[in-house]
């Protein structure tokens, strides 16, 4: 089974209203709330991650899912589960990196335990007050797809660690070390007045299109020329795929009334319909959440 499927199961068992964005909106506590886990050999490995980058993209995940929910990200706690053979230096380098990439996001507490591997888990807690949140079914007709920045180098960096190459570092380090889009969730959440979507790309771009037309029930048409990526990505043979399916970038999507857009990089349209349509070189190619599934990464594979 792959991990939406899980989700959906969870999700119907509790038929919870909360459960179907990276974050729970809990209106009446005024925070919006997420988790996330990271596993050694399953999201990361510590024969490319030191234990500073492996804290520094701890936070940073997380704090994207607040940002992708139009909230302010305002406290952090941490579960590091270790085995034994992982030293006082190692808490020490992880933790340093975990503080920096906060910045002013504050850790407030969390809990430490043996394992037979690295295993981290983090929650987020963010502040609603002055923002309005968003949601992934509130995508509509007319609105446009706007993006926070560049697509693919993420996933270009993992390519080559896996590969043992070191350059262009640029892409590594975008691996390694990403940047939460704190900006352009304020810019946001605090001027627009319409309901609207937004998701970051932490499973790649076509995934948190893919997710947004099927709440929304939608068809969200983008033109592939528009969206940002770093032309070195050319050099790579699967770079179209790279940018398109390439998980880990933490940019932000976003869908909004066009008054809202004209500030920001629109990419495309939402239509009537279902799916993503990819339009290129003067072609249309439609995928549907099935066609879109089958080429993201699945936890669960075997």
């Given at each position: 089974?792959?991990?939406k499927e899980?989700?959906?199961?969870?999700?119907?068992?509790?038929?919870s209203k909360?459960?179907?964005?990276?974050c729970a909106?809990?209106?009446?506590?005024?925070?919006?709330?997420?988790?996330?886990?990271l596993?050694?050999?399953?999201?990361?490995?510590?024969k490319?991650?030191?234990?500073y980058?492996?804290?520094w993209?701890?936070?940073?995940?997380?704090?994207?899912d607040?940002?992708?929910?139009?909230a302010?990200?305002?406290?952090?706690?941490?579960?590091?589960?270790?085995?034994?053979?992982?030293?006082?230096?190692?808490?020490?380098e992880?933790?340093?990196?975990?503080?920096?990439?906060?910045?002013?996001?504050?850790i407030?507490?969390?809990?430490?335990?043996?394992?037979?591997k690295?295993?981290?888990?983090?929650?987020a807690?963010?502040?609603?007050v002055?923002?309005?949140?968003?949601?992934?079914?509130?995508?509509?007709?007319?609105?446009?797809?706007?993006?926070?920045?560049?697509?693919?180098?993420?996933?270009?960096?993992?390519?080559?660690?896996?590969?043992?190459?070191?350059?262009?570092?640029k892409?590594?380090?975008?691996?390694?070390?990403?940047?939460?889009?704190?900006d352009?969730?304020?810019?946001?959440?605090?001027?627009?007045?319409?309901?609207?979507?937004?998701?970051?790309?932490?499973?790649g771009?076509?995934?948190?299109?893919?997710?947004?037309?099927?709440m929304?029930?939608?068809?969200?048409?983008?033109?592939?020329?528009?969206?940002?990526?770093?032309?070195?990505?050319?050099?790579?043979?699967?770079?179209?795929?790279?940018i398109?399916?390439?998980?880990?970038d933490y940019?932000?999507?976003?869908?909004?009334?066009?008054?809202?857009?004209?500030?920001?990089?629109v990419?495309?349209?939402?239509?009537?319909g279902?799916?993503?349509?990819i339009?290129?070189?003067?072609?249309?190619?439609?995928?549907?959440?099935?066609?879109?599934?089958?080429?993201?990464?699945?936890?669960?594979?075997?």
């Open positions: 089974m792959k991990e899980y989700i959906n199961i969870i999700k119907n068992l509790l038929n909360y459960i179907g964005d990276d909106y809990l209106k009446d506590l005024g925070i919006v709330i997420s988790q996330d886990n596993v050694e050999e399953v999201h990361f490995s510590l490319y991650a030191t234990p980058e492996l804290g993209k701890s936070a940073m995940v997380n704090i994207s607040i940002c992708a929910s139009g302010e990200p305002k406290y952090l706690t941490v579960g590091l589960s270790l085995p034994a053979n992982i030293d006082g230096e190692f808490v020490k992880f933790y340093n990196g975990l503080k920096n990439a906060s910045g002013d996001v504050e407030v507490g969390g809990d430490i335990t043996g394992a037979d690295v295993f981290i888990s983090v929650t807690v963010g502040k609603t002055g923002r309005k949140i968003s949601s992934r079914k509130n995508a509509k007709v007319g609105y446009k797809i706007i993006v926070s920045g560049e697509h693919g180098s993420s996933s270009a960096g993992l390519k080559l660690l896996i590969e043992n190459k070191k350059a262009p570092e892409f590594i380090k975008a691996h390694l070390m990403p940047k939460a889009q704190v352009f969730s304020k810019k946001i959440a605090t001027s627009i007045k319409s309901n609207y979507a937004m998701m970051d790309t932490s499973d771009l076509m995934d948190a299109l893919s997710q947004i037309a099927e929304s029930n939608v068809n969200l048409e983008v033109e592939f020329d528009k969206i940002p990526y770093d032309k070195d990505l050319e050099n790579f043979s699967d770079y179209r795929d790279l398109l399916f390439g998980g880990e940019q932000i999507v976003a869908v909004v009334p066009e008054n809202v857009a004209k500030d920001f990089t990419i495309g349209e939402v239509k009537e279902s799916g993503v349509t339009l290129s070189n003067g072609k249309k190619e439609f995928f549907s959440k099935l066609d879109v599934e089958k080429k993201l990464f699945n936890h669960f594979k075997n």
